[in-house]
């Protein structure tokens, strides 16, 4: 059964049918050859059951607020600003790709998002200051990953929703371990513009009256983190309410700098209707195919499966990680995320990990599928804001990222306290 379903996944996928109709379709096949009941016939209820939860109104929410802030010209703006503060780093304007991409995460929530925004803004600093366009790119793609890791985070959102793991708990847990990621991406271009000094293109010119002055365009993603998150941690909002705040609170931000129009809100609806949409129907798939793979008993042959092999805790985690990475290189990564994580955390909390600090670890190598080839999805989405060369640019600049992404695994594993000292000190 296990080696069956796998077939009929690996071969809907390379027949390139989309994500959701591959996920629903399994659930069909599944059920017609292994249960003794018409499953599908709960078809009906699995959607209705899968759009009612109050959390996941946060997804578009958070969708549309980076919409706003990407329409509005802010982001750029914030870009701009990054470049006077970070260019005086080896690597100039990649630090700034870096640094725009963690404060744009802050408030955005989607990886695509933050990638294609600050994309939007960066690529064409490549010849006009001469930067190596193979690693310019790569912080672009990498630095987009971390819109999944800070908080707040559509993924861990969905992940919340998947285990019924606190929200509010691995929200905290990201804080630390993201910000460390976004150190070590920065370490990362420090590193190779010290041992390749010409990647690191024409040096910008600034002061510290530029800096000050730049200040104002930072703010916009300080003040809306602190509406966002700090509505959370006073106790005033849930996760969906501080998304609901967040959206108010940019659109205020925006009419006070004169940016907002009819135009601007109708482009930014859109293309929320849009991402909402995919979104919606991968998850509605899938949780179907759960429900289909619970009453088939595949999700009990997985867990005897693993655990009759006999290995210890950390031998399963690590073909865990193993077994991400290389699905990454092919699944696209919220479907693979919906698809197996009710699957494998029970395993994994079974064998006395925290469902928390498991949750970052999930999240890390979803950003690592983002950047792996041949389907990581922000490699598509910066070479799509590129318009032109190929992808393999992407990818080969993404590479000493990937590495960069597994170290980071590598130290959650061995220190975990660096994502869990801060859940364990706020809920003492």
């Known amino acids: 059964m296990i080696a069956t379903t796998i077939l009929f996944l690996l071969g809907m996928l390379a027949m390139s049918i989309p994500i959701a109709a591959v996920l629903g379709m399994l659930g069909l096949i599944l059920d017609h050859l292994y249960s003794f009941l018409p499953l599908w016939r709960a078809l009906g209820e699995n959607a209705w059951v899968s759009n009612i939860n109050v959390i996941l109104v946060a997804v578009p929410l958070f969708i549309l607020l980076g919409e706003i802030l990407l329409r509005s010209g802010i982001a750029e703006n914030m870009y701009a600003a990054a470049t006077h503060w970070l260019s005086w780093l080896p690597g100039g304007l990649m630090h700034s790709n870096i640094g725009s991409c963690a404060m744009f995460a802050a408030v955005s929530g989607s990886s695509v998002a933050t990638a294609a925004t600050i994309g939007t803004v960066a690529i064409e600093q490549i010849e006009k200051r001469g930067y190596n366009a193979r690693f310019f790119l790569g912080t672009i793609a990498a630095g987009g990953t971390i819109g999944i890791l800070i908080p707040p985070s559509i993924n861990m959102i969905v992940y919340g929703v998947l ?176 698809a197996t994580v009710p699957i494998i955390t029970p395993v994994i909390v079974s064998l006395g990990f925290d469902p928390v600090w498991f949750g970052v670890i999930i999240i890390l190598l979803i950003e690592t599928a983002m950047i792996t080839p041949p389907v990581g999805i922000n490699l598509f989405v910066v070479q799509g804001v590129r318009g032109r060369g190929h992808i393999n640019d992407v990818m080969i600049g993404s590479a000493p990222f990937v590495l960069t992404l597994i170290v980071m695994i590598v130290l959650l594993v061995m220190f975990p306290g660096i994502a869990m000292w801060l859940p364990s000190t706020m809920f003492r």
């Not at 929200?167 to 010290?194: E, K, R």
């Not at 907002?260 to 859109?270: N, Q, T, V, W």
């Open 163 to 338: 285990t019924q793991t606190s929200i509010v708990q691995v929200y905290l847990a990201g804080f630390t371990p993201g910000f460390l990621l976004a150190s070590l991406f920065m370490l990362t271009v420090a590193i190779g513009c010290i041992l390749k000094p010409q990647w690191g293109g024409q040096k910008i010119e600034t002061n510290w009256r530029n800096r000050i002055d730049a200040l104002p365009d930072l703010l916009p993603p300080v003040l809306l983190f602190i509406v966002i998150i700090g509505s959370i941690y006073i106790g005033i909002a849930t996760p969906t309410e501080s998304a609901a705040l967040g959206v108010i609170a940019a659109l205020i931000l925006v009419a006070f700098r004169r940016r907002f129009s009819i135009s601007m809100l109708r482009e930014a609806l859109e293309g929320t209707m849009r991402s909402t949409g995919m979104i919606m129907a991968i998850l509605m798939a899938a949780f179907f195919l759960n429900f289909v793979l619970t009453g088939v008993g595949l999700t009990h042959k997985v867990n005897a499966l693993i655990t009759g092999l006999g290995w210890t805790p950390m031998q399963t985690l690590i073909a865990v990680i193993g077994f991400y990475v290389v699905l990454g290189m092919f699944m696209e990564t919220l479907s693979m995320m919906v």
